[in-house]
């Protein structure tokens, strides 16, 4: 509960705990074994946020947060809990300015950033390209840069390796040599991205981080809820969103210095998704910005299982603290309570470690910073009741809040001329080319096939016609020799007779 221009937290031996708005940019832990009340310290401290003006994100892993959409449900619980609190007059059930997000398009405004937002060197981390892989990847942004291909989603991407890939021998003086090998294994290597909702992360319009950082008409602080229930399931993507989201703090946040509140606060619950198994661009982004975004005037505050869940680089950046019941059943988790103990602030009331191993649900170890920047005493605080539900919202609620948030300009998704359109065409023309000098190639064979296929008919009639000559001169022959035969033969008659005559006179 936001009170007297502090983040009203809880009691501690009848005296109230807050923490400071302008240390909220000191960053936070909220830790403490299943069932013990982080989430419920999560969503009180993001009421107040709200209250203060100041804009919350929340990734929603459980799906359970959703309730900040609607007021709270009175209880015979709820109303002892306002009066133990010393409440009563200020507390009042409500709900917040709620704004919903889900790269998946299913219970939320989409949430889309563009390829070359990204960049290839955040992407080849990403994709867990090698450095010959990475040089490769920074080729083909680099000429598609140099020919004005707009790299928007994926199948821009795609299509223009494709591209490179089937030009390479005249980039290869110019950019450096690229190896097919090389270009298959990027394109490889986006199937798992793609397949795991790439399709639907990377496009156009794509957010604007401003949009996040929004008051409504009466000074309230939107509280924004990304889904994360499926894509936490899909690592790839998941650190995708991360990695885009955090460049586009530190790239559009302008620094702010000190500051009376925050500019906005982010809230990563179930925060040990975030570091298993994650890419190791992502672990070294997050280290970055927890050092280096409070001077842009924001806080980030993890809300896990156990302090350990957290590299010790970034929890040394985590100053304000609620630290919930931990469980201490193996040696791993008896070293987990020492090492949680011993990072507050001594207490000489109580020791720290014995405390965490008692404490109920709703009850933490809490320490925030003074207004001067000096950690508090620990102390044993019974953990402030919520304003809105306590439960995830109905989707009544939810459909009425992405209603009058003003985000639908995100609802479609627009497909403007890019790599994608630009290098369509250039292959259809490609294409069309090729057919015209197929058809010219094929037209040429068959011309010569006829006019072959004329000169042998040509040289067969010739042929013929010699062959037809040649018999009528034969036969022009044998007629000359029958006549001359005849002649002969006449002739012989003739002198036959005139001898026989002449015979017959003597």
Known sequence: MYSDGKIYMGLADGKRICMEPSMANRHGLIAGATGTGKTITMKAMAESFSDAGVPVFLCDVKGDVSGFAEPGVSSSGMEKRIDKFGIRNEFEYKAYPTAFWDVYQKAGHPVRAT??????????????LSEIQEGVLNIVFKIADDKGLILTDLKDLKLTLNYVAEHRSEYTLTYGNMTAQSLGAVIRALIPLENQGGDLFFGEPDLDIHDWIRTDENGKGYVNIMNCTDLVQNPKLYAAF????????????????????????????????????????????IEQLVKLIRSKGVGIYFVTQSPSDIPDSVLAQLSNRVQHALRAYTPAEQKAVRAAAQAFRANPAFKSEEVLLELGVG????????????????ERTAIICPQSLMAACSAKSRKISMAIDDMDKYDDAVDEVSAYETLTKHFEEEKKKAEEAAAE???????????????KERAKKEKEKAAEQ????????????????????TGMSVLKRGLFKTILKF
Do not use: Y
């Open 242 to 285: 991360m990695l885009w989201m955090m460049a586009e703090l530190f790239e559009n946040l302008p620094e702010a210095g000190d500051m009376d509140k925050p500019k906005i606060v982010f809230f990563f619950d179930e925060a040990h998704l975030l570091f298993n198994d994650a890419p190791k661009v992502l672990v070294q982004k």
């Open 441 to 455: 190639e094929q037209k040429a064979k068959e011309e010569a096939i006829k006019k072959k296929e004329e000169e």
């Open 115 to 128: 390829v070359s937002d990204m960049g290839p060197e955040i992407l080849a981390r990403l994709l867990g």
């Open 363 to 378: 009850e933490a170890l809490t320490s925030f910073l003074d207004a001067k920047g000096v950690p508090q005493m620990v």
């Open 470 to 489: 040649a018999k009528k001169e034969k036969k022009a022959d044998r007629r000359k020799a029958q006549i001359e035969r005849s002649l002969i033969s």
